[in-house]
């Protein structure tokens, strides 16, 4: 019995042991955990001290009222691109468009330098701290008008560099004119011009440029009327009474979208022009029919003509959309002449023929020479309905010409 107690004696000591042994190791484990954490978080508010002295020793010496190498020789370079997120509003008759984009600036600034560990890259500045650093005073010569987005904050984003380079990037959002030249409309291309000046620092201050690529789009932008294809940038140093000042231009190319004129003005149109056709198939004794259809396709052609030149600007040349207008209100009003013409050679006839057995009476002899005269009159009537046959198919023919001149001419 003593035996086996000593055993159990034993054994539980030796598991007792092996359990403390146990709850020792993790708790070395668990506190070696707990260092790190507060090792971390040492690390994390010794960088915020870092930034934080940096940005006070800069500002301490900064004075944002100059640009950076003020009264040097050289010029500060400021590199400019847009990465555009949208562009809408584009307005044939007010001559405009609008585009929403992310407007990017980099310089360098020799003031802003500081040094820093190899693990602090750049330093982000809050938007307050912004207003203290200079930034270049760019502006957009041809807007008409524009906005920085602030919601929630404004969306305004810095990055200092140790070496000085500041990077910075805000939301801009504007209309901007674009004066069009609507001959070709609806199958034009438009080039919309963007220009960007320094408003208050001459070239030898202030050196604007592009980045490469100068503007890029966001993918998926879509636009109902104009498809964007490929920009094309350009420097536009301009020469004022006050001195020579840096410009940078892009041309944002626009080609239209003819789909929605080809459903409202083109088919609707060409469809009436081709129903004026159907008077050539009456008999020209249907009068009141022949009439109506003319009226009623002259009047259709001339409203559709009017919808056409309210889509754009009153322009004092003649557009693509006028010609076809023109044309299709020409082949309207000829069928309605044609039906006039066919009319009266069948009247001037019966009129003739009217006057002969008036002038007949009972003589007999009169009456026997009415024969050859009667079957010239039917010869008359005869070629009357010939014209109408001829007009079926010079009609159709002509328009069928005119309409492949027309698109070869302006869609290539």
């Known amino acids: ?12 000591l030796t598991i007792a042991i092996c359990i403390h042994q146990n709850i020792a190791t993790f708790d070395r484990t668990v506190c070696q955990s707990f260092n790190r954490t507060k090792d971390n978080t040492r690390v994390e508010g010794e960088d915020e001290m870092i930034r934080e002295s940096i940005i006070k020793n800069i500002l301490s010496r900064y004075d944002k009222r100059y640009p950076p190498r003020y009264n040097s020789e050289i010029p500060t ?70 906005k920085i987005h602030d919601v929630t904050v404004p969306n305004k984003m810095m990055f200092l560099h140790p070496n000085g380079f500041v990077s910075y990037s805000l939301r801009v959002t504007g209309t901007f004119t674009c004066f069009m030249q609507l ?12 220009e960007m000046e320094s408003y208050g620092f001459s070239a030898s201050t202030v050196s604007l440029r592009w980045m490469e690529p100068a503007m890029t ?13 490929a920009s094309e940038s ?19 190319n626009l080609t239209r979208q003819y789909g929605f004129y ?54 004092s040349y003649v557009r693509a959309i006028d010609v076809w207008n023109v ?4 082949f309207v009003f000829g069928a309605m002449i044609e039906y006039a013409y066919v009319a009266m050679i069948e009247r001037v006839e019966e009129r003739r023929t ?48 005119f309409n492949v001149i027309y698109w070869l001419y302006y869609m290539t």
């Open 262 to 315: 080809l459903i409202q003005v083109y088919a609707p149109s060409a469809l009436i022009v081709v129903l004026s056709w159907v008077s050539f198939w009456l008999n020209t004794d249907a009068i009141p029919a022949r009439v109506s259809l003319g009226i009623l396709t002259v009047l259709s052609v001339s409203t559709n003509g009017h919808f056409s030149v309210g889509l754009t600007q009153r322009v």
């Open 217 to 229: 789009l966001k993918d998926g932008i879509v636009n109902s009327q104009f498809t964007i294809k």
């Open 77 to 146: 370079e400021v590199k400019v691109q847009m990465y555009v997120v949208g562009v809408f509003g584009i307005d044939e008759s007010e001559m405009k468009f609008s585009m929403s984009m992310y407007l990017r600036q980099n310089w360098i600034d020799p003031r802003l330098k500081f040094s820093a560990p190899p693990e602090i890259s750049k330093i982000e500045l809050d938007h307050s701290i912004q207003e203290c650093i200079w930034v270049p005073d760019l502006s957009f010569m041809t807007d008409m008008d524009t």
């Open 183 to 194: 001959q070709t409309f609806p199958f034009d291309e438009q080039s919309c011009v963007l």
């Open 1 to 12: 019995m003593k035996q086996n107690y000593s055993i159990m004696l034993l054994t539980t």
């Open 327 to 330: 044309v299709c209100l020409l």
């Open 354 to 401: 009217v006057e002969r057995i008036g002038i007949i009476g009972n003589n007999h002899k009169i009456f026997n020479e009415q024969v050859p005269n009667a079957k010239e009159d039917t010869k008359k009537k005869n070629s009357a309905r010939s014209i109408d046959k001829l007009s079926r198919a010079v009609f159709p023919l002509v328009f069928v010409i």
């Open 234 to 252: 350009y420097t536009c140093d301009k020469e004022y009474p006050s001195g020579n000042y840096t410009c940078i231009g892009v041309n944002v």
